[in-house]
């Protein structure tokens, strides 16, 4: 079994329905969610022209290989009803693979560990609170020294129910 670390985020219609319902989907495809952090709400990052993105991170135990867990992904967001139109646009659901246990894939289609993770407070928060000592297996630092030295300062702010 392989721990994969993904983001859940969602900026369209019952946000919160749509996270559980793709934490539900990917339980039956990929594997045991073994850790899921809280929500967080952050306002849309790169397009900021759309509602604000309520975001979560799993990890989730699997046996799938990397690119299973891309193509289960894929399939688990169009089932969603996401449709990928405008780069960074308004969505009901959005998945990404942060890591897949200390590998690093760098193919056309998947980079893992995700490329930009460093630079995204809506995603390091998130890790943070399940996983603060995973290393980057590039960068070498934990998800918590990531967090201290990330250039991104938009607001990620604890959603409370």
Partial sequence: ??????????????????????????????????????????????????????NMALCIET????????????????QLGRHRTVKWGQRTIDIDILFYGNEVIDTPDLKVPHPYIQE??????????????LLHPILQKTIAELLVSCPDKLEVRLKEF
Avoid: C, H
């Avoid at 993904?6 to 996270?19: A, F, H, P, V, Y």
């Avoid at 045991?32 to 022209?49: C, F, P, Q, R």
């Avoid at 046996?63 to 169009?78: D, G, M």
């Avoid at 809506?122 to 603060?132: D, G, R, T, Y």
């Fill in 1 to 54: 079994m392989i721990k994969a670390y993904l983001l859940l985020g969602s900026n369209e219609g019952n946000r919160i329905d749509w996270l559980n319902k793709a934490m539900a989907a990917l339980e039956q495809s990929i594997g045991k969610i073994v850790a899921k952090s809280s929500l967080y709400e952050t306002a849309a990052w790169g397009k900021e022209d759309q509602p604000d993105f309520l």
């Fill in 63 to 78: 046996q799938l290989s990397p690119q299973q867990l891309l193509q289960s992904i894929l399939q688990t967001e169009i």
């Fill in 120 to 133: 995204r407070r809506f995603a390091l928060v998130p890790m943070n609170e399940i996983a603060p000592e």
